[in-house]
């Protein structure tokens, strides 16, 4: 079982930055590929980016592309996102997830998730 505890999110104007952390409990979070998911109101979760348990793989929504940037930190069970030039459309709740699968295929897809965290609200204003 990982317990999952997102942090970071806040209020910030257009053109700001932000860094999420996800904190994990276990001792097997190096063994995990990590996502990092987001739900605006009145809409669906979508995935905004992953990486590999080795941190040697990351992938993107297109959306965040140049924006955001997803790492890791297996020696403090953590994983960030950096998010950047933060636009109103990125308003939604930030949530990480854990992914106990081996390889990296598949790491935008919600269902491949076995772990979530409660989520961190990020609010962007104009």
């Known amino acids: 079982q990982v317990q999952l505890v997102e942090s970071g999110g806040g209020l910030v104007q257009a053109g700001g930055s932000l860094r999420l952390s996800c904190a994990a409990s276990g001792r097997t979070f190096g063994s995990y590929n990590m996502g990092w998911f987001r739900q605006a109101p009145g809409k669906d979760r979508e995935f905004v980016a992953a990486i590999s348990w080795s941190g040697g793989s990351t992938n993107y929504a297109d959306s965040v592309k140049g924006r955001f940037a997803i790492s890791r930190d297996n020696a403090k069970n953590t994983v960030y996102l950096q998010m950047n030039n933060l636009k109103p459309e990125d308003t939604a709740v930030y949530y990480c997830?854990?992914?106990?699968?081996?390889?990296?295929?598949?790491?935008?897809?919600?269902?491949?998730?076995?772990?979530w965290g409660q989520g961190t609200q990020v609010t962007v204003t104009s």
């Open positions: 997830a854990a992914d106990r699968r081996r390889f990296f295929a598949g790491t935008h897809t919600e269902r491949n998730y076995d772990y």
